[in-house]
């Protein structure tokens, strides 16, 4: 009727026109039919543009009546909930829930959290994605549903999949800097007690911080490699957001370094290089001179993704160490220069990258001998960077060298790297041509 000028237009955005007024109090009466709340919810989906500007009405009523409709159904994660999720979403920059409501959203939170698991994988990532765009829009809001959360992950069997979901949900409240342990303040009233259809059973109250993160880490355990690395992950953000918020981990670290211990025992080298790889992604601190010569002194026996993985793992932190060049040219980082792989190849390229400040004449000269042009995208990158750095480091050299033995040995890597930058030029990659034009003009 608004869209088609039946019933007169608002001039004052903000004010609910008497239609919806006498609509909105129907939504809100707690003594409505819940069949009659669900027409008009459909209503507001159907037509949610007109309804967008009174935003910071309707999210109340709408949070309760989700609540309603997971404590009266037995599917969880229904179609229609999702639909009404959707729309508070495109809402978000008119209005989040009001502080005032954050009994009601809580309890939302729980719901959500416990009814995100499905059988089928596809629904299960989109459930996932719907959480984790919701927990972004209304952050300011959120608590971490803590007791659900250590259910979740709380599967004794170390063969088990089970826990994938609940590791998941954590590193979504970690990306939004929430702690996914928290104790909710003593309720001054007799609130009514929040009950599902989940799995959730009756949790004690003993339950501690660190009663809590060991639970997470007994899923660094597990023999699934998805169930370890996200596990690994989320140890990597609990830490980095301690370190952020200046509280102490040195609990975590313990734990940490006998989980580490305890991989390297079982000589898991595979599992051992994931966890690493994961918790450094965030947590860079964790890679000391102990892990860089494990993870160099296994590189030549690794394979595949776990190669990948032990490469990555040290380009973050590479230029802590000295001596770092050395180690690698023994473990053969050159000769995966010329590896199959292209891939692999891309990363040994960025990992010398970050080390060709610190080395010497000779070094250099070795790395660039190796180095062609031809390859992908993303080796034909790596090496115009490694080319252009060297090129401008022996232009350098030649200017200031005086008569020296390597005089003529500088001659030659000079035409040499500078033969293969005017070959780059004839690039396929766009980016590239541009970029190497840019660096001769």
Same mark, same amino acid.
Request: aromatic residues 10%; hydrophobic residues 40%.
């Given at each position: 009727?608004?869209?088609?000028?039946?019933?007169?237009?608002?001039?004052?955005?903000?004010?609910?026109?008497?239609?919806?007024?006498?609509?909105?109090?129907?939504?809100?009466?707690?003594?409505?039919?819940?069949?009659?709340?669900?027409?008009?919810?459909?209503?507001?989906?159907?037509?949610?543009?007109?309804?967008?500007?009174?935003?910071?009405?309707?999210?109340?009523?709408?949070?309760?009546?989700?609540?309603?409709?997971?404590?009266?159904?037995?599917?969880?994660?229904?179609?229609?909930?999702?639909?009404?999720?959707?729309?508070?979403?495109?809402?978000?920059?008119?209005?989040?829930?009001?502080?005032?409501?954050?009994?009601?959203?809580?309890?939302?939170?729980?719901?959500?959290?416990?009814?995100?698991?499905?059988?089928?994988?596809?629904?299960?990532?989109?459930?996932?994605?719907?959480?984790?765009?919701?927990?972004?829009?209304?952050?300011?809001?959120?608590?971490?549903?803590?007791?659900?959360?250590?259910?979740?992950?709380?599967?004794?069997? @170390? &063969?088990?999949?089970?826990?994938? +979901?609940?590791?998941?949900?954590? #590193?979504? %409240?970690? *990306? !939004?800097?929430?702690?996914?342990?928290?104790?909710?303040?003593?309720?001054?009233?007799?609130?009514?007690?929040?009950?599902?259809?989940?799995?959730?059973?009756?949790?004690?109250?003993?339950?501690?911080?660190?009663?809590?993160?060991?639970?997470?880490?007994?899923?660094?355990?597990?023999?699934?490699?998805?169930?370890?690395?996200?596990?690994?992950?989320?140890?990597?953000?609990?830490?980095?957001?301690?370190?952020?918020?200046?509280?102490?981990?040195?609990?975590?670290?313990?734990?940490?370094?006998?989980?580490?211990?305890?991989?390297?025992?079982?000589?898991?080298?595979?599992?051992?290089?994931?966890?690493?790889?994961?918790?450094?992604?965030?947590?860079?601190?964790?890679?000391?001179?102990?892990?860089?010569?494990?993870?160099?002194?296994? @590189? &030549?026996?690794?394979?595949?993704? +776990?190669?990948?993985?032990?490469? #990555?793992? %040290?380009? *973050? !932190?590479?230029?802590?160490?000295?001596?770092?060049?050395?180690?690698?040219?023994?473990?053969?980082?050159?000769?995966?220069?010329?590896?199959?792989?292209?891939?692999?190849?891309?990363?040994?390229?960025?990992?010398?990258?970050?080390?060709?400040?610190?080395?010497?004449?000779?070094?250099?000269?070795?790395?660039?001998?190796?180095?062609?042009?031809?390859?992908?995208?993303?080796?034909?990158?790596?090496?115009?960077?490694?080319?252009?750095?060297?090129?401008?480091?022996?232009?350098?050299?030649?200017?200031?060298?005086?008569?020296?033995?390597?005089?003529?040995?500088?001659?030659?890597?000079?035409?040499?790297?500078?033969?293969?930058?005017?070959?780059?030029?004839?690039?396929?990659?766009?980016?590239?041509?541009?970029?190497?034009?840019?660096?001769?003009?």
């Amino acid at each position: 009727m608004e869209t088609n000028g039946i019933i007169p237009i608002n001039d004052h955005i903000s004010d609910m026109s008497p239609w919806m007024i006498c609509m909105y109090k129907k939504f809100s009466n707690p003594l409505i039919s819940f069949n009659i709340k669900l027409f008009l919810m459909r209503l507001i989906i159907d037509t949610h543009t007109i309804f967008k500007p009174y935003a910071r009405y309707l999210l109340t009523p709408i949070i309760h009546m989700c609540n309603q409709m997971f404590e009266n159904s037995s599917e969880g994660l229904n179609t229609f909930i999702i639909d009404t999720i959707v729309i508070l979403l495109s809402w978000h920059k008119q209005a989040i829930p009001s502080e005032l409501d954050s009994i009601a959203i809580q309890r939302f939170i729980e719901y959500l959290f416990s009814n995100c698991s499905h059988r089928n994988v596809i629904v299960m990532k989109s459930n996932l994605d719907l959480i984790k765009k919701l927990i972004e829009c209304w952050k300011e809001r959120i608590h971490a549903p803590t007791l659900i959360l250590y259910k979740l992950i709380s599967e004794p069997d @170390l &063969k088990s999949k089970q826990n994938a +979901i609940s590791l998941s949900l954590i #590193e979504i %409240l970690l *990306a !939004n800097d929430i702690l996914p342990y928290y104790v909710p303040p003593t309720p001054t009233g007799n609130l009514p007690s929040v009950t599902t259809n989940s799995i959730l059973t009756t949790i004690t109250n003993d339950l501690t911080e660190d009663k809590f993160n060991e639970t997470i880490f007994k899923n660094m355990k597990n023999t699934y490699r998805n169930i370890y690395a996200a596990a690994g992950e989320v140890i990597g953000m609990l830490l980095n957001i301690k370190k952020l918020k200046h509280e102490t981990n040195q609990r975590l670290l313990e734990e940490l370094n006998l989980i580490l211990k305890w991989h390297n025992s079982q000589r898991l080298s595979d599992t051992y290089v994931t966890c690493i790889y994961s918790i450094q992604k965030h947590y860079p601190l964790i890679f000391d001179k102990t892990v860089m010569n494990k993870l160099i002194f296994g @590189l &030549k026996t690794m394979y595949g993704d +776990i190669k990948i993985e032990c490469l #990555e793992s %040290l380009i *973050a !932190n590479i230029t802590e160490f000295d001596s770092a060049y050395l180690e690698l040219r023994a473990t053969g980082i050159l000769d995966i220069l010329i590896h199959k792989d292209f891939g692999i190849r891309g990363i040994a390229l960025h990992l010398l990258y970050k080390l060709l400040a610190k080395l010497t004449h000779e070094q250099l000269y070795e790395i660039a001998q190796i180095l062609y042009v031809d390859g992908p995208n993303e080796w034909q990158i790596w090496t115009l960077e490694i080319y252009k750095c060297i090129y401008d480091y022996i232009t350098n050299y030649l200017t200031k060298e005086i008569k020296t033995s390597i005089r003529s040995l500088s001659e030659m890597f000079y035409h040499h790297v500078g033969e293969q930058l005017l070959e780059l030029l004839s690039s396929k990659n766009e980016y590239i041509r541009v970029n190497c034009r840019n660096f001769w003009v």
